[in-house]
């Protein structure tokens, strides 16, 4: 059985910096992209960053460009998001999320699987 976790969120004043963990078991880790999206109160799902099963290319919103990496051990079984210069806007439910496309990049609709999120929040 495919699975995701997160873990990492929590309380962070802004300018600071969190890393979130994605743990993936029941599959080829390595054969998937995996990508972080965000949901905030009354707001639609948001791509954050993508890293491919492939060639370990990336994407990244255009919203986090700069402040935000995404990578992968595929030996842990694990991709991390590490998160700098917070502000208040990137306060949000975040998930992981699993594509057998090679290279998903930030669409929703190619990730049919889903972690169960974390919380992170931005503020003073």
């Known amino acids: 059985q495919l699975q995701l976790e997160e873990s990492g969120g929590g309380s962070v004043q802004p300018g600071g910096s969190l890393k979130l963990s994605c743990a993936g078991s029941?599959?080829?880790?390595?054969?998937?992209?995996i990508g972080w999206f965000r949901q905030a109160p009354g707001k639609e799902r948001e791509g954050v960053a993508c890293?491919?099963?492939?060639?370990?290319?990336?994407y990244y919103g255009d919203s986090v460009q700069g402040r935000f990496a995404i990578s992968r051990d595929n030996a842990e079984n694990t991709v991390y998001l590490h998160m700098h210069s917070l502000i208040p806007e990137d306060t949000a439910v975040y998930y992981c999320?699993?594509?057998?496309?090679?290279?998903?990049?930030?669409?929703?609709?190619?990730?049919?699987?889903w972690g169960q999120g974390t919380q992170v929040t931005v503020s003073s």
């Open positions: 999320a699993a594509s057998t496309y090679s290279n998903a990049r930030g669409d929703p609709h190619h990730y049919a699987y």
């Open positions: 029941g599959f080829t880790f390595a054969d998937y992209a």
């Open positions: 890293i491919s099963s492939l060639d370990g290319s990336i």
